[in-house]
C-alpha cells in the first residue's frame, strides 16, 4: 500500500490514502537486449495493482529498475508517452500512485520544485495540471536530459530550470508547491527513512509561508510516524 501526502503551511491541508488499484494505465515495456529506447506489443490498458506486479517482475529479471523501456500512461485525461533510456530510474508503482494524485490537483499560477523528476511522469502532469513554472531537479545533470526530452516530445512549453542537486540541497527558491517521490527500499542508506526524514525536517527551506509538500511514501515506512513529524513542523495534516 501507498499513501500521499499533502502538508500546508501553515493552517490547513488534508490526508488521502488511495488504494494503488484505484486508476489505470496504458503501458508498454520490452526487454529486448540493446541500448536506447525500447517498445513492444500493442498497447494495453492495465489496472495499476497489476502494473505493480509487472515492475517487480522486470525488476527480478533485470536486477533493477534501470532497463530501457516506453512508458504509456493515463492519468485521468492526461495521456504520456515517455522514452525512458537505460540508467534513467522507470516509473514505479508509488510513482504511478502519486502521478494519479497530482492529475486531481490544480497547480494554477504556481512556482512548483519536483526533487527527482526521473523521467518526468510528474513534471508532465504539473505542465499540465497548470504550474506557471516549474524547477526540476536530478542528481546528475545526464538524467536531465531525460525529461527535457520527453517535454519536447510532448510539446510542453512550461518555463522550466532543470537544477542539478542533492535531494534536498536546493539552492533556489522558495516554492508554492514541492513534490516527491522519497527514495525508501532503494534509499542506499543504513535508516531507510532518511529522506523521508529529511525531506520533512527541511521543508521549510523551500517553501513559501502557506506552501504545500506533496510526497508519497510505503505504508512500511511508518506512516503514522511521518504526520507526527509534520505535525511537530509546524505543518496541518488533513
Not at 488504494?19 to 489496472?47: N, W
Not at 509487472?54 to 512508458?71: C, E, I, Q, V, W
Not at 490544480?106 to 499540465?128: K, M, N, P, Q, Y
Request: glycine share 10%.
Amino acid at each position: 500500500r501507498s499513501y500521499w501526502r499533502r502538508a500546508i503551511r501553515p493552517k490547513t491541508g488534508y490526508l488521502a490514502p488511495r488504494t494503488p488499484g484505484s486508476g489505470t494505465l496504458q503501458f508498454i515495456e520490452s526487454c529486448t537486449e540493446g541500448s536506447g529506447y525500447v517498445q513492444g506489443g500493442p498497447r494495453s490498458t492495465i489496472p495499476s495493482n497489476r502494473y505493480g506486479r509487472m515492475m517487480r517482475s522486470l525488476t527480478k529479471r533485470h536486477g533493477d529498475n534501470l532497463y530501457p523501456a516506453l512508458f504509456r500512461a493515463q492519468f485521468g485525461s492526461h495521456e504520456m508517452s515517455l522514452d525512458v533510456p537505460a540508467g534513467v530510474w522507470n516509473p514505479t508503482p508509488h510513482g504511478v500512485h502519486l502521478g494519479n494524485v497530482l492529475a486531481e490537483v490544480d497547480f494554477s499560477g504556481e512556482h512548483v520544485l519536483e526533487i527527482g523528476t526521473g523521467c518526468g511522469v510528474h513534471a508532465l502532469l504539473l505542465a499540465w495540471q497548470g504550474a506557471a513554472r516549474l524547477t526540476l531537479t536530478e542528481i546528475e545533470a545526464a538524467l536531465l536530459e531525460t525529461v527535457r526530452h520527453n517535454f519536447a516530445k510532448h510539446k510542453v512549453d512550461t518555463p522550466t530550470e532543470y537544477v542539478v542537486a542533492d535531494w534536498v540541497h536546493i539552492e533556489c527558491g522558495p516554492f508554492d508547491t514541492v513534490v516527491t517521490n522519497p527514495p525508501f527500499a532503494k534509499s542506499g542508506k543504513r535508516y531507510r527513512r532518511y529522506f523521508i526524514d529529511t525531506l520533512i525536517l527541511d521543508a521549510h527551506k523551500l517553501l513559501k509561508p502557506g506552501g504545500r509538500l506533496i510526497f508519497v511514501q510505503s505504508s512500511m515506512a511508518d506512516v503514522p510516524r511521518s504526520i507526527r513529524m509534520m505535525e511537530e513542523c509546524g505543518m496541518t495534516v488533513g
